[in-house]
């Protein structure tokens, strides 16, 4: 099993730019695909982005691409999500996720408490 805990968020006016951070703890860790979901007010939860643990390939929703990067930490016990350009659409909280596959695609088991990120016009 492994532990999430995110922080980073805030808010910002649109068009800035924000980092997310997931620290996470497990004995196997850097064998955990990781990934970044959102969930705004009436809204159902939404993938955000994912990297294999495998490769490191990476996955994006259309929504986000070209303006969000995943990214994992040297020491591989942390992973982030680099915003740039937001959107006030963007504004959700934001949850770290960690599935044992391989692939980008899940499932994801273990999840983080959740970063609120709010987006002004």
């Known amino acids: 099993q492994v532990q999430l805990v995110e922080s980073g968020g805030g808010l910002v006016q649109a068009g800035g730019s924000l980092r997310l951070s997931c620290a996470a703890s497990g004995r196997t860790f850097n064998r955990f695909t990781m990934g970044w979901f959102r969930q705004a007010p009436g809204k159902e939860r939404e993938f955000v982005a994912a990297i294999s643990w495998t490769d490191g390939t990476r996955r994006y929703a259309d929504a986000v691409k070209g303006r969000f990067t995943i990214l994992r930490g040297t020491g591989a016990s942390t992973v982030y999500l680099r915003m740039n350009s937001l959107k006030p659409e963007d504004t959700a909280v934001y949850y770290c996720?960690?599935?044992?596959?391989?692939?980008?695609?899940?499932?994801?088991?273990?999840w983080g408490q959740g970063t609120q990120v709010t987006v002004s016009s």
């Open positions: 996720a960690a599935s044992p596959s391989s692939g980008t695609t899940g499932p994801f088991g273990s």
